[in-house]
Every structure is written in C-alpha cells, then in structure tokens.
C-alpha cells in the first residue's frame, strides 16, 4: 500500500471569491487527493490535503499561487496525521 502524508495549510491573501476553493478541489480530485478546503471568517482559506507525497506535493504547489484570479501572500503549511479521509470536498 502506497504510503499517505498529510497538510494541513492556511493560504492568506486575496483567496476568497476567486475560485480558490473550486479550484483546489478540482486540482486535488484529479491528482488522487483527499480533503478539505473552506473560506476562514479571517479571509484566509483553510486545506487539509492527504494523499500520497507526490500527489499532496503537486496540490501544494497549487496551493502555493491559487488560481489566477487569486494573490497568495502567505502559505502556512504543517505536517499532521492522515485522517483517513477519502473523498476531496468543499467545507
């Protein structure tokens, strides 16, 4: 069995109503990710990713510029413990 990482990770800046979070579950379904991702009342955006290290590495790098619409400014990102989770959903 292929070994599963997880991230949880707060993306600052301008991330909300740009297709942030469609946009990520999009990336992170087509590349065999789990999770989460949902609007903060802080105007951040909150991902949890989980999936093999290749694959939660390629959403990272996603995560990291967003989509076009969006200005990533800061990306905080920590190790967690898989949740076991197996579907990538908006929160």
Do not use: K
């Not at 949880?8 to 800046?13: A, F």
């Not at 802080?42 to 790098?61: C, F, N």
């Not at 990291?64 to 619409?69: D, L, N, Q, V």
């Amino acid at each position: 069995m292929a070994e599963v990482i997880a991230r949880s990770v707060t993306v600052q800046g301008r991330v909300q109503g740009v297709f942030f979070r469609d946009t990520t579950r999009n990336i992170a379904r087509s590349l065999g990710v789990a999770g989460w991702v949902s609007n903060e009342p802080d105007g951040s955006v909150r991902v949890w990713l989980e999936g093999t290290p290749d694959a939660v590495a390629q959403a990272l790098r996603f995560v990291r510029s967003g989509p076009p619409e969006a200005t990533v400014t800061d990306v905080d990102v920590a190790a967690v413990n898989p949740a076991g989770l197996h579907r990538f959903e908006i929160r």
